[in-house]
């Protein structure tokens, strides 16, 4: 599925991409979308034409290269590239390598029969892992990357602002980590599945949250806030909620220039800002595991199954406002 223009998305046949030593062919079985596919699509991130979007990929291995993995085999493929030479890759930030590249943006992706990628992108599924729901684990792997960056201890109070995919994802993860966990929305269908993953109670969003949350953490907020939103009003209220000495993990990618904070409350709070940007290697071997065990399940997670073919059409849900859509995958076959 060719993205030839903003907007536009053709099915066409591609040459088979060609492979350097190495690499390691893999056939597209299953893809995620999400807002950066939907952001790419409608032309606000930019990308070169023609272009093949898919970043969240499972797959089965054709040629393995120089990997240990039989052809047949269960992977899912890490789209973030990275050059491993320069500064940042030296000292094991390769997510943040200034010639890092992502899958499905920068280069062609897994919208697509067979994709080819360096061997220390591709990652070993277990049997037990639903190759259906696997693409989500990429998204798994930037909430689990993030919530390395707080260090939850047990017993601790954590809020989740916004409880869509990544947030259900934290919640799960919160839990794993012995928090009590809070979810706050306004939707109801959200608060229920968060509920139903873990999250020791859930609070309507709106004017009364913040009132509410203090109430619920002792009076003094919690000790974590997770904001999923991007939204800036949401930071403010992460502000206002959280306890003196608390940590803001913004998962949400705000985009906003500007934008009111609170911000002698920043000061006077001693709060501490904590940002995370994808994800590293490292965070598949550990997400690949949470899933197996089914300390996360991603299953309630899907909203709908649709075939490849009908891209444009899945790309078309995401714009659209639906409290109940969650995640949308491709089944290629
Ligand atoms: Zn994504
Ligand atoms: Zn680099």
Request: aromatic share 6%; charged share 20%.
């Amino acid at each position: 599925m060719v993205l030839t223009a903003p907007n536009e998305i053709v099915l066409e046949d591609v040459a088979r991409p060609g492979s350097r030593a190495g690499d390691v062919t893999v056939h597209i079985t299953h893809t995620g979308i999400c807002g950066t596919d939907y952001k790419i699509y409608n032309g606000s991130i930019p990308v070169q034409y023609p272009r093949i979007m898919g970043h969240e990929m499972a797959g089965e291995i054709v040629d393995p290269g120089s990997t240990s993995l039989k052809p047949g085999a269960r992977v899912i493929i890490d789209p973030e590239l990275f050059c491993g030479s320069c500064f940042h890759c030296r000292i094991g930030q390769t997510h943040l390598c200034p010639n890092g590249m992502l899958i499905g943006r920068d280069t062609n992706g897994g919208f697509a029969e067979f994709i080819t990628v360096p061997a220390s992108q591709v990652f070993a599924l277990p049997a037990g892992v639903d190759p259906t729901h696997a693409p989500m684990i990429q998204v798994l792997t930037t909430c689990l990357h993030a919530q390395r960056q707080i260090n939850i201890f047990p017993s601790e109070y954590v809020v989740v602002l916004g409880l869509g995919v990544t947030g259900q994802l934290h919640v799960q993860l919160a839990k794993a980590r012995g928090a009590y966990v809070i979810g706050v929305t306004r939707s109801k269908e959200k608060r229920e599945l968060a509920e139903k993953l873990g999250a020791d109670i859930t609070i309507p969003g709106g004017d009364d949250a913040i009132a509410k949350v203090k109430e619920a953490t002792e009076g003094r907020g919690p000790d974590v806030v997770i904001e999923t939103t991007g939204v800036v009003s949401q930071l403010s209220s992460a502000i206002h909620m959280a306890r003196s000495g608390g940590r803001l993990l913004l998962f949400g990618i705000i985009t906003a220039k500007e934008g009111a904070l609170p911000f002698y409350d920043l000061y006077f709070k001693e709060l501490a800002l904590i940002n995370a940007r994808v994800a590293k290697g490292e965070d598949y071997p550990a997400s690949i595991a949470l899933v197996q065990r089914g300390t996360v399940r991603l299953e309630p997670l899907v909203s709908d199954v649709m075939p490849l073919g009908e891209l444009k059409a899945a790309i078309g849900m995401l714009g659209s406002d639906s409290t109940q859509r969650m995640k949308i995958i491709l089944d290629h076959q």
